[in-house]
């Protein structure tokens, strides 16, 4: 069993940044895939970023060049460093880390942190 806990988020004013932290407790791999999704109110669940355990990154179009997500594997911890924040980048933010070639809905999920970017 692994368990995700998310620090960070809060409300910015646009142009503003701010950074996400979540820590893994439990039965991790350093391989281990981590990815952080998004929910904004009436869309789905999206994808927004993951990266591999060589630190190999994939970023969602709408993200790439104001977002970063890294990853320090000997503190269990994934960072999303969000930069240039956009009123819809509003949405609660999810960790996830799932187990090398399976499917992020078969892992594990953080408690969800609310970002709101407003003027």
């Known amino acids: 069993q692994v368990s995700l806990v998310e620090l960070g988020g809060g409300s910015v004013q646009p142009g503003g940044a701010l950074r996400l932290a979540c820590t893994a407790s439990?039965?991790?791999?350093?391989?281990?895939?981590k990815a952080w999704f998004r929910q904004a109110p009436v869309k789905q669940r999206e994808l927004v970023a993951r990266?591999?355990?060589?630190?190999?990154?994939n970023y969602t179009d709408s993200v790439k060049g104001r977002f970063t997500i890294s990853r320090d594997n000997a503190r269990k911890t994934t960072y999303w460093q969000m930069n240039r924040l956009k009123p819809e980048d509003t949405a609660v933010y999810y960790c996830n880390q799932h187990r090398l070639l399976t499917h992020p809905a078969h892992g594990y999920w953080g408690q969800g942190t609310q970002v709101t970017v407003s003027s």
């Open positions: 990266i591999g355990s060589f630190g190999d990154k």
């Open positions: 439990g039965s991790t791999f350093t391989s281990d895939i």
